[in-house]
């Protein structure tokens, strides 16, 4: 496996490894400096791809032959903004945010969705310090996971395009923001832990997303090139790191308008993974 030098990247207020997280059973998380010689250091602009119409059209046929797809987790995998709405909801207003109204589901999809903790204490707790903030962090991922246990289901068609991925040998790994307790379950739930053997988590990367940093990470933990890999993302955010390391983006109109993750530069949107559109694309390979 291919490992990663350290990113430098200074002047942060909070760090991502201010959010320490357990580990994950078996599933392997791709980490950097595993590796006991070679390393490679993850460039800090994104891919070029100047051939590559990565926007704009419903056809991947561009990618052929195709080597991997990428798959983000919340709200990609399963719908989880709802249980993580509720979360926010709740723990922002016994905090008295917003005056101690409730949050609308539209701020939360505007300015939450997608976003790593680290970024949303500065969002929404810029005058709180370190340990307060990550303290609030921890207690909202707790109260999601305990909601989640008991509403989660996979997004329509997931398992079908699952098989349709293993039949053809297709690579694979799990792209996140979301910390590690969060993953496991999702994971488990979802009996996906036997399908994804590569999971790149954003806050052990130095820049998560919207940065490239995570996608270009698990690009060379699967050893594959960005112009045979394409990626599924449901958020803005995500939309905009999968573009940014030079591979299409398909996104997932789960929750998040369509016009916005078009916007973020998603080349179509599909409803589910039943969708007509997304099967048309891949009888193309």
């Not at 068609?157 to 293993?166: E, N, P, Q, T, V």
């Not at 573009?243 to 080349?267: I, Q, Y």
Request: glycine residues 6%; aromatic residues 10%; hydrophobic residues 40%.
């Amino acid at each position: 496996m291919v490992a990663l030098a350290s990113l430098q990247h200074p002047h942060r207020l909070l760090s991502y490894d201010d959010f320490p997280n357990t580990h994950l059973g078996k599933t392997m998380f791709y980490e950097p400096n595993l590796g006991k010689s070679a390393s490679t250091t993850l460039p800090r602009m994104s891919i070029s791809s100047k051939s590559n119409p990565i926007h704009g059209t419903s056809s991947l046929a561009f990618l052929a032959p195709l080597e991997a797809i990428l798959f983000d987790i919340d709200g990609t995998l399963c719908d989880s903004d709802p249980q993580h709405y509720l979360a926010f909801r709740q723990m922002l207003q016994e905090i008295g945010f917003n005056g101690g109204v409730p949050i609308a589901e539209e701020y939360f999809i505007k300015n939450i969705s997608g976003k790593h903790n680290a970024e949303l204490c500065r969002v929404l707790l810029p005058d709180w310090d370190i340990e307060r903030a990550r303290k609030f962090m921890e207690d909202k991922e707790g109260l999601f996971r305990r909601l989640a246990a008991e509403q989660l289901k996979p997004v329509k068609g997931l398992h079908y395009l699952c098989k349709w991925i293993d039949e053809r040998g297709l690579k694979r790994a799990a792209v996140t923001n979301a910390p590690r307790p969060n993953v496991d379950l999702i994971i488990s739930m979802l009996n996906l832990s036997s399908f994804f053997k590569i999971i790149v988590l954003g806050n052990e990367c130095e820049r998560a997303k919207p940065f490239p940093d995570p996608y270009l990470k698990g690009l060379q933990a699967l050893e594959v090139s960005h112009e045979h890999t394409f990626v599924f993302e449901d958020s803005a955010s995500g939309v905009k790191a999968g573009v940014a390391a030079g591979m299409p983006v398909v996104g997932l109109g789960t929750r998040n308008p369509e016009k916005s993750l078009l916007d973020a530069g998603a080349s179509f949107v599909i409803k589910d993974f039943d969708d007509p559109k997304l099967w048309t694309a891949l009888e193309e390979f």
